[in-house]
Each structure stands twice: as structure tokens, then as C-alpha cells.
């Protein structure tokens, strides 16, 4: 054990460049712990080196610095994909790609570097594992709703290769999941103690905790298969336009001509509803009467076509305004019910403090979509309640479902419509659809997954894809409707608060404790 507290001391008292490069190389490494490489062992290396960077911080500006520069590699690793959405337009955006790049990280490593003077001030290294778990996750939970909120890649997704690790979510949510993950994976800093019970009990206590999420998992899954919806076949369709060629007005009846044609597969199965992805059709249905007769063909005899589309204000209407829809249409053309997004893209649906810098946002058009007025819950014959959700809407937890109120249906299932199209094979789509798996887990309810390039995808409600469909694959799936579950599903009425709440009691215990003193190294 020598040799790990020399390892410790000696990573602790770097300075300079080198100091800079270990901080940004951890960070970097424990990204690759994210989907979709789930290399989640590299995290027993990065947290406890970030802890032993933080022992040696004679400050928290040096402390501050360490951290912010452990999450620019984090946010980096996790979110590089960015640049493929200006490469979709490379003529227009692609001068873009650095700044996107480098300054989203660079802005999100902030909520890390507040975490790592948290950590600096604690002043032993097993109140620097738990501050460190409290930190992140509070500061997670920051990151989802400030500033218009990015909770993308919460630690607790390194598990979803798992289907028995990921179930402890049903109860505790993805942050509380990254809670844990984060203090388990901190322990092997505890290695670096000079008493030999400290050295092997705490990082024993993180082995045991990784276990207790598999031993849950393992008691709450079923053994057999899950109930269906009786009478509902759904069928979703992927028709795989590349987002360089979706708006082009040449190949726009083309576009319309393979999601009928999709639609229109024969099936040994009796489907009732169609699913289109977001923006699937290249008119407006609201004002386009001809264009809704056209894809209301294809809608099954009793059933409705589910379709994202954009809407607008109707013609002549002042102010012009538009959306991001999702319209229920009827076999007569009918649109039976609407939702609009609400939580729009900055950059990508508007452009913030657009009118200033004279920019555009990055879609199609000069106008900014206007927002919708939230979650809602829709009651449409034939199928349980449901709760629609457009493109990264469904990332955020706790705000998928209309709030309870006395009388209001909870819904019986999600339904998420998103065009990941502009992502291209890189890991935004893998990590996107594992934000759907952990909703439909938190929630208790399966997730039907509409993807123009994938992954489409039906999710039951214990997060297990039951189909789907590949990236940069055209195809349709055709799958009954899974029941919704209730068993062991807490976080729909208690929300994210047990787990903040035990964070925060962390932190001012540590305060109360006067463990947090200035200048301390640990």
C-alpha cells in the first residue's frame, strides 16, 4: 500500500502544466465510463485521483482550477458530438465547431470546479468521498435547471449497460444513482491511509454499494414477460432521411412517399397506431389540408397517426408564430389533438440574445419557435392516457408527466418523437436513448421511442428496450403497447428531493462538524 500513498502524495503535489494535464486527462478518462463505452472501471481511477488532487491543493483557487479543469475533459469527452450538428450545414456553421466544442465545456466545467472547493475544504479523505458524491449530484441537478438546464450525461447512465443496475432509479432517480456511483467510485482514494481498517472498510463499503444495485435490480425485475395493452399494436416508423436532405424542396414528396410506404407494410400483426419521428413531414398539417388527406390514408381503420410536424399561427394571423408539434391525426385527416414542445434547443429551435448578435438559429427558417406551455397528459380513444414528449424534452427527470393534480389521469405511457438525424453515428443518439431507458424506469411507464435516423426503440417500463431499431437504419417496428408498472416506483411523488436533501444535510454537516477550514490540506 506503500506504493499507492506515494502515488497519492505524489499527484497531490504537482503544480504547473503537469498538474493542469492530470486534472484534464482524468476528467477525459472518466467520460469514457458514459455510453456508449461503458468502460465504468476507469471511474475507480478518476474520482479517487481527483480526490488526491484536491489533497494537494494548498487553496481553493488551486482547488477551483483542478476541478474546472477535470470537468472541460469530462464535458469534452461526453459531449463531442455537438460538432456533428454543424456539420450538417458545414458551410454556414462549420466555422462554429471549435466554439461549440471548447465553450460548452468550458462553461459547464464551472459546476464541477464549485464541487472540487467543496471538496478541497473538507479536511479528511473520507469527508472528501462524501462531499464529493453530494457535490456532483447537487451540482447535476444544477446543471438541469439553470439556464435553460442540460442535464445530459448525469453520472448515474454509466450503469445503463445493465438492466438489474439500473433499477434502484425507479426509486431514487438517475441522481441518486450518480450519488452512489460517485462515492463508490471515490473509495479506492481511502487506500492512501496510513490505518489498515480505514484502508480496506471504505473502499469494502463502494464495493458493496455497486453490489446492493445489482441485488436490488435482481429482486425487482421479473422473471417473465410484461403485460400489453390488449387491442394496441403500434407501429413506429424510422425513415432514415439524412438531415441534409430532409428540407430540400426536391425531394420533399420523396420524403412523404417512403413514410407512407413504410406505413403501408403488410404485418402479421393488426396495427392500430402509426408513429412518425419529429418534423417527420416537410409541410404544415395544421394549414396544409391537402397534405393531411394525403398521410391520413394510411392511417389504420379506428386508429390515429402520431406525427411531429411544425405548426404555425394560421395565414394572415399577426404576430407570425411557430412550434415544434405533435399532432394526433384521424383516418378523415382530422387533427384530433396537439402538443407543442416546451423546452426548446437553445442555438438549435432559438437563438438566445439572437436580435443582438445578428445570428439565426441553426434549423431551417428565421423565425424562433415559440414554446408550448408544458407537460401535458392527453386522453385520445383507444389508449391509455399519455405523456408526449419532443426530441430532448425527455431528459429531464422529474418534468415528463403533467403535474398530479385531484382528477387528472397520471398517463399510461410516453411518447417521445426526436430527430437525432443531426447527430450522425457519433454517441448523441446512444446517449439519448439511454435518457429515455432511465424515464421509463422512473417513471414506471415503457417509452415508444420515434427516431428519423434511431434509435427508434420500445422501452418497457423497467427500462429493457423489447425492439428497436438501429442507427442509420429505414424500418418500421411493430409491438404492442407494455403495461405500465407500479412496483417499488417512489420518484414520481417524491421527485428528486430525498436525494437533495440528504446531499445538502452532507454538506452542512460537514459545516456543523467545522470540517471545512481554510487553507486545510487534507
Known sequence: MSGITQWAHRIGALAGWHRTCVALGLGALSAAALPPLYAVPVLLIAFPGLVWLLEGAPGWRRA??????????????????????????????????????????????????????????????????LILGAGWTLAEWLRGQLFTGFPWNPIGSVWAFSDLAIQPAAAIGVFGLGFITVIAAATPAAFRLDTARARWAIPLCGAAMIGGLFAYGAARLPAGDIATVPDVVLRIVQPNIPQHLKWRRDYRDRHVQTLLRLSRQTSNRRVTHLIWPETAVPFVPSVDEAGRSLIAAAVPEGGLLFTGAIRTTPRGVLPFRIWNSLHAIDRSGRIVATYDKFHLVPFGEYMPLGNWLGLNKLTAG???????????????????????????????????????????????????VTNDGWFGTSSGPFQ????????????????????????????????????????????????????????????PFSGNWPILGICSLLILWAFRRKKFCKNTVF
Open 366 to 416: 428565421r423565425t424562433d419557435f415559440s414554446a408550448g406551455p408544458g407537460p401535458v397528459t392527453l386522453t385520445l380513444p383507444g389508449l391509455p392516457a399519455l405523456s408526449p414528449l419532443v426530441c430532448y424534452e425527455i431528459i429531464f427527470p422529474g418534468n415528463v408527466t403533467a403535474a398530479q393534480e385531484p382528477g387528472v389521469r397520471r398517463p399510461g405511457w410516453l411518447l417521445n
Open 432 to 491: 439519448h436513448l439511454v435518457a429515455a431507458r432511465f424515464r421509463a424506469v422512473e417513471q414506471g411507464l415503457p417509452v415508444i421511442r420515434a427516431a428519423n435516423t434511431g434509435i427508434s426503440a420500445v422501452i418497457d417500463p423497467y427500462g429493457r428496450s423489447a425492439a428497436q431499431i438501429g442507427l442509420g437504419r429505414q424500418g418500421v417496428i411493430d409491438a404492442p403497447l407494455p403495461r405500465a408498472v407500479t412496483d417499488g416506483v417512489l420518484y
Open 64 to 129: 477551483f482550477r483542478d476541478g474546472w479543469w477535470f470537468g472541460f475533459g469530462h464535458f469534452i469527452g461526453g459531449l463531442y458530438w455537438i460538432a456533428n450538428s454543424l456539420l450538417v450545414d458545414a458551410a454556414q456553421w462549420a466555422w462554429l465547431i471549435p466554439f461549440a466544442v471548447l465553450c460548452i465545456p468550458a462553461v459547464l466545467a464551472f459546476y464541477t470546479a464549485a464541487v472540487a472547493v467543496l471538496v478541497q475544504r473538507a479536511a479528511t479523505t473520507t469527508g472528501g468521498i
